[in-house]
């Protein structure tokens, strides 16, 4: 089983930049995809991106490729999402989580975080 705490959110100018990180307990982090979505009121949960275990392979959704980067340290536990010039638009809960393999899809993922807000403002 694994437990995942994302921290880093907060309130950001448009155009800013954050990075957020989730932080996994568990030593069997290395063998998770990792991927990261988000949440905006009213909304459905929607995928941003992903990284297979071994961190050789990242795919992203349109809205955010060129401007999110996500990657991870399996030494530290640790995937992050660098998210830079931020938009209004990309205010929302941030949760990260974990599968098997690294799916679009958020139904293929077991294990959530609380996420963390994250507000842009204009």
């Known amino acids: 089983q694994v437990q995942l705490v994302e921290s880093g959110g907060g309130l950001v100018q448009a155009g800013g930049s954050l990075r957020l990180s989730c932080a996994a307990s568990?030593?069997?982090?290395?063998?998770?995809?990792m991927g990261w979505f988000r949440q905006a009121p009213g909304k459905e949960r929607e995928f941003l991106a992903t990284i297979s275990p071994n961190g050789g392979l990242q795919y992203y959704a349109g809205s955010v490729k060129g401007r999110f980067t996500i990657s991870r340290d399996n030494a530290k536990n640790t995937v992050y999402l660098q998210m830079n010039s931020l938009k209004p638009e990309d205010t929302a809960v941030y949760y990260c989580a974990a599968s098997a393999g690294p799916f679009r899809d958020l139904r293929q993922y077991n294990y959530w975080g609380q996420g963390t807000q994250v507000t842009v403002s204009s």
């Open positions: 568990g030593r069997t982090f290395s063998s998770y995809a």
